[in-house]
């Protein structure tokens, strides 16, 4: 079943595939009303559900969007309003919403949710964020590179901050696309080891440098993400924002970057804290083209899993 999971599950060359047709699908649909119909129509006919264990506005508008402009319909459901947050377990739901629904994305909480549902659904299912990954929005940021820069491929890529589910499947995208990627950021909010040494097997320089400055030094492309997660707790909210302070991505720290170095957020921003407004507003950032590519990058990945 091709579940779009991760981006290190994924071989490297369908992730190139779903980023030229992302890149292609695009380009068609410049100048066009957004609620207009796609001219294939890939979906026509297919129903898709989307499950919401935490808030969204990107990827909840961007996968309804995509799915209606390729011609199928939507349904989108919040994890408190099913069952499946009243006791029925994940198998289950997996099992039932597979005999109504063509493919099912799901964000939720733990790893194991998306995992025990793939394992049980009869049809695709996609990852919209889990505490530990978020693949839809690296695919995004990938397809937004490389049209601003060209191939991604040999690029320096530095992330300033929480070593996060973001940072993840960037990491997972080094390996899989080939750019080194540096993470610096405090120790305490590191990583997880394992996403560094696995891009590392794949060929690519991944490293860890705790001076920021130093950091960016030769960057292509700098990326940060908000300091608390929405599976963060709350009450550790101000040691995580004492200790990342001196991670804000600012006009001084871009000036260390390539002259030509692009800005990434995967939003929602919280302005001046993780980034200032100059850098958000600045010419290096590419913040809403990620946004608008997450619409253009899912419906490519909803047509890898649907073959269609
Ligand atoms: N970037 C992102 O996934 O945004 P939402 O939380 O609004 O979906
Ligand atoms: N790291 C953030 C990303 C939100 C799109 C979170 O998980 O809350």
Redesign the pocket.
């Known amino acids: 079943m091709p579940h779009f999971l991760d981006i290190n599950k994924t071989a490297p060359a369908d992730l190139r595939a779903m980023i030229d047709q992302a890149a292609a699908m695009k380009t068609d649909r410049t100048g066009r009303p957004k609620g207009a119909p796609d001219d294939d129509q890939p979906l026509a006919g297919r129903m898709v559900a989307l499950i919401f264990e935490k808030p969204s506005t990107r990827t909840r508008v961007s996968f309804d969007v995509g799915v209606r402009q390729m011609g199928g319909q939507t349904m989108v459901l919040t994890g408190s309003e099913m069952q499946l947050g009243h006791g029925e377990t994940i198998a289950d739901t997996a099992r039932v919403l597979s005999r109504y629904v063509d493919l099912i994305m799901i964000r939720t909480f733990e790893e194991d949710v998306l995992l025990e549902m793939s394992d049980h659904a009869s049809v695709p299912v996609v990852n919209g ?1 889990t505490n530990r990954t ?1 693949p839809c ?1 690296i695919m995004a940021d990938i397809l937004t590179f490389e049209e601003h820069r060209g191939p991604i491929a040999g690029k320096k890529v530095v992330w300033c901050g929480d070593g ?3 940072f993840a499947s960037l990491a997972h995208a080094a390996g899989q696309f080939g750019f080194d990627l540096t993470f610096s950021g405090p120790p305490t909010l590191d990583p997880e080891r394992l996403f560094l040494d696995e891009a590392r097997t794949k060929g690519v320089t991944v490293t860890i440098e705790r001076d920021p400055a130093r950091a960016v030094a030769g960057a292509d492309l700098v990326v940060t ?2 300091w608390v ?3 963060d707790s709350q009450t550790t909210r101000e040691r995580r924002h004492n200790q990342l302070r001196p991670y804000q991505v600012n006009e001084a720290l871009m000036a260390q970057a390539k002259p030509d170095a692009l800005f990434m957020h ?1 939003l929602p921003a919280h302005r001046n804290e993780e980034v200032t407004d100059a850098v958000m507003d600045g010419p290096q950032s590419v913040v809403f083209d990620e946004a608008e590519n997450r619409l253009h990058a899912q419906k490519a990945i909803l047509r890898w899993c649907l073959g269609v």
């Open positions: 964020l978020h929005q996060n589910n973001v993400d908000t997660s929405m599976h995967c």
